[in-house]
């Protein structure tokens, strides 16, 4: 039989509160008519603006088809235009409209509220510790291990 201290799992935490968190932020963005993969589509143009559909789906982590898709809805919807980029006419450029501004608003609120739920009873003291170890985590895992031991070693 399969064995393993999951209670003592770090990225069991971490896989489990996120898993927790997708399913709270669909259920409320589902009351607004909006997809988890929309409301990521929109999120990701807010972090870094005018996105390829290439660089699109990397940061979703789905394949271009997949992606094909949801662009779709979201152009029909009016949220979302693809123009051709002048240096490339292949290359198209994902950029969100006016009418998505309305849209993410409703999402950002979604985000609030999940976010209410969440840290109930977490002080914002415990919320910067978090914060900081969570960036230390992924900076750990962003960088080569060969570095992570040669830090270790000279501490």
Request: hydrophobic letters at 40%; one cysteine or more.
């Amino acid at each position: 039989m399969l064995q393993h201290d999951f209670e003592e799992s770090v990225g069991y935490w971490i896989c489990a509160t996120s898993h927790m968190l997708r399913r709270a932020l669909d259920s409320e963005l589902a009351r607004e008519n909006i997809t988890f993969r929309q409301w990521e589509v929109l999120a990701w143009i807010a972090m870094e603006g005018e996105l390829s559909q290439v660089q699109l789906a990397e940061k979703l982590g789905i394949e271009a088809p997949t992606l094909a898709g949801i662009l779709s809805r979201m152009e029909r919807d009016g949220w979302l235009q693809r123009n051709s980029c002048s240096k490339d006419r292949r290359r198209k450029l994902i950029n969100a409209t006016e009418k998505a501004e309305a849209v993410w608003e409703r999402a950002l609120a979604c985000c609030r509220r999940v976010r209410e739920r969440a840290v109930s009873g977490v002080s914002e003291e415990e919320l910067a510790q978090l914060k900081s170890i969570c960036e230390r985590m992924r900076q750990n895992l962003d960088s080569p291990v060969e570095e992570l031991l040669e830090a270790n070693t000279t501490t």
